[in-house]
C-alpha cells in the first residue's frame, strides 16, 4: 500500500506541479539574484552565517555552497580553505572527489540505455556477465584465511535489484568485518586507486563473491553501480568514461566531471582534509584512500559507484535536467515518464520509518520525512558524498542544494542538516 502511495503522490509532484513560477523543460542555469527567483536575499544570508561560523568553530576546513530555484542560480559561494597546509583558499569553481554522488549519473546512463530498448531492468545481470550466475549467500568467515562458504541462492541478480542496493552484493570498504576481509582477500577496488586496473577485471572478481542476502529481500548499500559500470560498457560498446562524456557531460556542460582530472585542472582538486589535534592537515593514503587520485597513475579505473570529481556547478546543471524531465539546454536525455519511474519508490518498505524510499537513482523524500521539517517537499531527491558532500532536489519548489566538502572527520559537523533547511526558509513568494 505504501508502494502505491508513494507512486501516485510522487507521479502528481512531478507531473502536475502548478507553481506559479515552476520553469519549463528547456530551462538552463543562470545567475539572478534571489528576488527573482522567489527567494529572500536577506535570508539566504543566514547560510553565510552558518557557514562562516562552522569554519571559525573547525567543524569543517571549507565549503562551496550552490541554491538555484526555478532554474535561477541565486547563492555561489565559498568559505574557508581548499588546503589548510598549502594556505589555499577555497574557490566556487573548485573541483571534489564526489564519490557516491556519481551513483545516480551510472544510474542515468544505465536508464539512457534501457529507453533505446536495450533491456529490461528485471534482466538478470547474468545474461550479460556470465560470471554472476549461480551467486551464493554468505554463511560463515574463516578468520585463519578469509575464505567463506555459503549456500546457493534462489534468485538471480536483476538489473533493478542493483540500481535499488538490493541486489544483497556488499561494499568492502564500508561493509562489516567480514565482508571487508572476505573484499580484500579477492583483490577489490571499492573507488579510488591509481593501479593498472579495468572495472572488467574488477567485476569479474567481485561476481565470485558472496551476497549478504537473497536478491531483493533486503536494501543493503551496494557496490551494484560499480556492476553497472561495467554493464554499460557492455551495452554501450563503449569505455565507461567515454559513454559518460559523450551522452551525458558534453550535452549538460558539464566541463569539469571526470574520472580522471587533465594536467589543466589538477590544481583545483580540492585535497580531502582529517582533523588532527584541532588541525586540519591532507589526509594520507589508508587502505581505502589514495591522495593521488584521480591525478596520477594509470588512469584506468571507472568506478560507477564513486569514481567521479565535479563541481558545484557542474552537479547543478546535472540536477536541474532531473527537475527539466529529463531535458537541459535543448538535448533530452531522458523522457518524462521515464523520468517518473525513476523517481518512484522502488524498495517498497524496505528502508522502514528513515523517511526515505529509494527510487532507481536517488534517495527520495517520503510523507515520513516531509513531515519531520526541514528537508524539503514530497518527492525531494537527495544524496551525498563519501568525502563531505551533499545534495538535494525539490520538484515541488523547483529548488537546488549543493554543498561541497572534503573532509574524513564529521563528527561535528552539522552544516548539512543546516544549510537544507536554510534553503528551505530562504524560499519567499
Known amino acids: 500500500m505504501k508502494f502505491y502511495l508513494s507512486f501516485l503522490m510522487v507521479l502528481g509532484v512531478l507531473s ?38 562552522a569554519v571559525a568553530q573547525n567543524q569543517i576546513p571549507g565549503a562551496v555552497a550552490l541554491v538555484a530555484r526555478n532554474g535561477k542560480i541565486v547563492y555561489h559561494k565559498a568559505f574557508g580553505m581548499a588546503d589548510n597546509e598549502a594556505g589555499r583558499s577555497l574557490q566556487r569553481d573548485d573541483i571534489f572527489r564526489i564519490a557516491s554522488q556519481t551513483k545516480a549519473i551510472t544510474s542515468t546512463a544505465v536508464m539512457m540505455l534501457w529507453e533505446e530498448g536495450k ?9 550479460y556477465i556470465p560470471e554472476f550466475e549461480n551467486p551464493l549467500i554468505f554463511e560463515a568467515f574463516n578468520e585463519a584465511d578469509s575464505s567463506f562458504t555459503g549456500r546457493p541462492a534462489t534468485r538471480s541478480i536483476t538489473i533493478r535489484h542493483l540500481l535499488t542496493h538490493t541486489s544483497g552484493i556488499g561494499y568492502g570498504m564500508i561493509d562489516d568485518d567480514n565482508f571487508r576481509k572476505i573484499y580484500q582477500k579477492a583483490g577489490i577496488i571499492d573507488a579510488f586507486t591509481t593501479e593498472d586496473r579495468s572495472i572488467e577485471e574488477n567485476i569479474k572478481r567481485l561476481a565470485k563473491l558472496p551476497l549478504h542476502h537473497e536478491p531483493g529481500e533486503k536494501y543493503t548499500y551496494s557496490e551494484g553501480l560499480d556492476v553497472l559500470g561495467y554493464f554499460i560498457e557492455i551495452i554501450s560498446g563503449l569505455p565507461f568514461d567515454r559513454f559518460l562524456k559523450e551522452r551525458i557531460f558534453d550535452p549538460l556542460g558539464m566541463e569539469d566531471t571526470y574520472f580522471y582530472l587533465p594536467d589543466s585542472k589538477a590544481e583545483r ?22 591522495p593521488d587520485y584521480p ?13 567521479l570529481s565535479s563541481t558545484a556547478a557542474d552537479y547543478a546543471r546535472f540536477l536541474q535536467m532531473y527537475l527539466n524531465n529529463g531535458e537541459y539546454n535543448g538535448k533530452r536525455l531522458l523522457s518524462r515518464t521515464t523520468v517518473q519511474t525513476i523517481m518512484t519508490n522502488q524498495v517498497g518498505d524496505l528502508l522502514g520509518d528513515s523517511g526515505n524510499d529509494y527510487g532507481l537513482a536517488f534517495g527520495i523524500l517520503d510523507e515520513t520525512g516531509v513531515a519531520r521539517g526541514g528537508r524539503g517537499s514530497l518527492g525531494t531527491f537527495e544524496w551525498g558524498g563519501y568525502f563531505n558532500t551533499q545534495y538535494f532536489a525539490d520538484p515541488v519548489e523547483q529548488s537546488i542544494g549543493i554543498l561541497m566538502k572534503q573532509t574524513r572527520d564529521g563528527r561535528s559537523d552539522e552544516t548539512g542538516w543546516k544549510f537544507r533547511l536554510l534553503v528551505g526558509q530562504a524560499i519567499d513568494d
Open 119 to 127: 533491456f529490461a531492468l528485471d534482466d538478470p545481470i547474468s545474461l
Open 269 to 290: 582538486l580540492v585535497p580531502v582534509q582529517n582533523r588532527a589535534a584541532g588541525v586540519w592537515t591532507r589526509y594520507e593514503a589508508d587502505q581505502y584512500y589514495d
Open 16 to 53: 502536475s506541479c502548478t507553481h506559479p513560477l515552476s520553469v519549463d523543460n528547456k530551462t538552463v542555469l543562470t545567475e539572478a539574484s534571489a528576488g527573482d527567483a522567489g527567494m529572500s536575499e536577506e535570508r539566504l544570508m543566514r547560510i553565510d552565517a552558518m557557514l562562516t561560523e
Open 295 to 307: 591525478v596520477k597513475g594509470a588512469k584506468t579505473f571507472f568506478s560507477g559507484g564513486g569514481g
